[in-house]
């Protein structure tokens, strides 16, 4: 396959995946594969996010299109690796206002792909535990400067429920499309020397370094410093203050992840998680993932 997308999503180790590959890069350029991942893809004239937000036909595709063939010279191979092609984590794009997840991600990847100029692609997916995952995204916005409190975030979602069965049909369904790698981000640590065999010209994926983790997210600590904070000093830099109670309450340091929700909502998110997966598993052009028998980790 000529094309290759690793979607992402977001808060599903996207960023220590690409940073890994990053610091192989000479090595898979030598071996025929153009690696395009956001240090290159969120930058002028490859600034995928804005072309994608401006939709089809926008002023900026032809610069893209030249800078990315370009980038290809020599490359029989193109691998992409960006979550926001699915969509961002701001409240009103990461869901819909019906709870659709990253409702515009058939169109975006459409336009991707005649940008990349290729008729079909494999894609690769993660997926993860619908609270996980809604906690995560929330405290991305937190230090992003645009949340304080979950609710608004949510706008009346259930915190137990991410549609990730929906997510996939769609992207499956795309005639462009030609298979769907699919694994859950619990499995990654387990998963992630097949996942590298799999994206990666025969015999590099030893080649490729493991970097310490990336993009921790708030505890629970941090944020309850956070939020006393923030509805005390109604005038401070929210992105500014999150940033603080992330160095000041670090896992390093013994501090619990960031649970704001009740037990139900977790053990209902993970009945409502081992449903969907046994869902994915039967979809046509979709290939699950799990790790080997002796180190599988419990859903």
């Known amino acids: 396959m000529a094309l290759s997308i690793h979607l992402g999503a977001h808060k599903t180790a996207s960023t220590h995946l690409q940073y890994s590959l990053r610091l192989a890069g000479d090595r898979l350029a030598a071996a025929g594969l153009c690696y395009a991942d956001p240090a290159l893809l969120r930058t002028a004239p490859l600034d995928l996010s804005q072309i994608l937000s401006a939709g089809a036909g926008c002023p900026e595709e032809p610069a893209f299109r030249a800078a990315l063939q370009e980038r290809r010279q020599g490359c029989a191979a193109l691998l992409i690796s960006e979550e926001n092609i699915l969509g961002g984590t701001h409240r009103s794009r990461m869901f819909s206002r019906r709870g659709l997840l990253y409702p515009f991600a058939v169109r975006r990847l459409r336009q991707v792909l005649a940008l990349a100029g290729e008729s079909q692609a494999e894609l690769y997916l993660a997926i993860r535990d619908p609270a996980g995952f809604n906690v995560s995204a929330f405290s991305l916005q937190v230090l992003l400067g645009n949340e304080i409190e979950l609710a608004p975030w949510l706008r009346g979602r259930d915190p137990a429920q991410v549609d990730w069965l929906g997510l996939v049909r769609r992207l499956a369904a795309m005639p462009e499309v030609a298979r769907l790698v699919v694994w859950r ?57 999150a940033a603080r109670a992330r160095r000041r309450f670090r896992r390093a340091d013994g501090h619990g992840p960031l649970r704001p929700l009740p037990a139900e909502d977790y053990a209902r998110s993970a009945e409502n998680y081992a449903a969907q997966v046994a869902a994915l598993r039967r979809l046509r052009k979709v290939e699950f993932l799990q790790p080997p028998a002796a180190v599988q980790i419990p859903a």
């Open 185 to 241: 981000y619990e499995d990654y640590a387990a998963l992630r020397p097949e996942l590298l065999r799999r994206l990666l010209p025969e015999g590099l994926a030893p080649a490729v370094p493991e970097p310490p983790p990336a993009n921790e997210g708030l505890t629970q600590a941090g944020y309850d410093w956070f939020l006393r904070r923030a509805m005390v000093e109604t005038e401070a830099d929210l992105r500014q203050l």
